[in-house]
């Protein structure tokens, strides 16, 4: 090696003259720690239209349509009484679309009271009494009528059969007269029962009358009350449907036009 060729001096600090290759390295670096932007493009004018058109119509479809979102929204008579299939005709010749009080009834015991009772009135062994051929409704319309205005507490017996597991509650704040002498007609005159129909003037005589008595009744306060009692205007237990009334017996209110 020639110790007269000059030595390669070693550069120190910055050189000047990589300025370009400096920033292009830097513009790589930017490059790759960009964040992606697939997906996060702004939606198109004419799209944000037709979503909007959407809800506009959809809401208005479920305005139109939802029948105020009550219980009766689906029936196609607004909750209306159903006519029934009779002869008679009344002025001008316009067929009458009148219920029975029994037929107002089975509706409100359908929806009030099946889920206990159960629609064939058998009831649910050693949770609820049945009520085909239950003397409680076979009897008099008294105690009957105590026991669904105030309700029941504690053990009854029941065609020889005792429950006790299950509490009734009582209805005097949920049922108006009307409903519920409809639905004491009902269990009354269904399952083989034979009792005579409620009218809406004994129910409201009996809750005037038990206004001042705060709890629910219980078996010995149903057996302190003769099997037979009546309420208000009401005709005797003996007194099946298709029979005349006893003489002696008040002749019970008329029912009230729907």
């Not at 105690?143 to 597991?165: E, H, N, W, Y």
Request: one cysteine or more.
């Amino acid at each position: 090696m020639n110790e007269n060729s000059p030595k390669r001096r070693v550069r120190q600090g910055m050189d000047y003259g990589e300025t370009e290759d400096v920033q292009q390295v830097h513009a790589a670096i930017q490059r790759e720690k960009r964040e992606p932007r697939v997906g996060l493009e702004p939606l198109s004018l004419w799209l944000i239209a037709i979503y909007g058109l959407a809800i506009f119509f959809g809401g208005a479809y479920l305005g139109r349509y939802s029948g105020n979102f009550s219980g009766d929204g689906l029936d196609p008579l607004g909750g209306a009484p159903r006519p029934t299939k009779s002869g008679a005709t009344g002025p001008g010749g316009a067929q009458t679309a009148e219920l029975s009080p029994a037929d107002r009834g089975k509706k409100i015991f359908s929806a009030n009271c099946a889920t206990c009772h159960q629609m064939s009135g058998t009831g649910v062994a050693g949770q609820y009494p049945p009520l085909a051929g239950s003397e409680y409704v076979n009897g008099g319309t008294r105690r009957l009528g105590m026991i669904v205005l105030k309700g029941l507490q504690g053990p009854l017996t029941v065609k020889g059969a005792t429950f006790g597991t299950a509490v009734m509650q009582p209805w005097e704040k949920t049922l108006t007269d009307a409903k519920i002498s409809d639905v004491l007609t009902f269990i009354r005159q269904e399952w083989g029962n034979k009792g005579g129909p409620v009218s809406p003037q004994q129910i409201a005589a009996l809750r005037k009358e038990l206004a001042n008595h705060p709890d629910s009744f219980t078996e010995p306060d149903l057996k302190a009350v003769p099997e037979d009692a009546e309420l208000p205007g009401g005709e005797p237990a003996a007194t099946k449907p298709g029979e005349p009334p006893n003489p002696a017996a008040s002749p019970a209110p008329s029912q009230p036009k729907a």
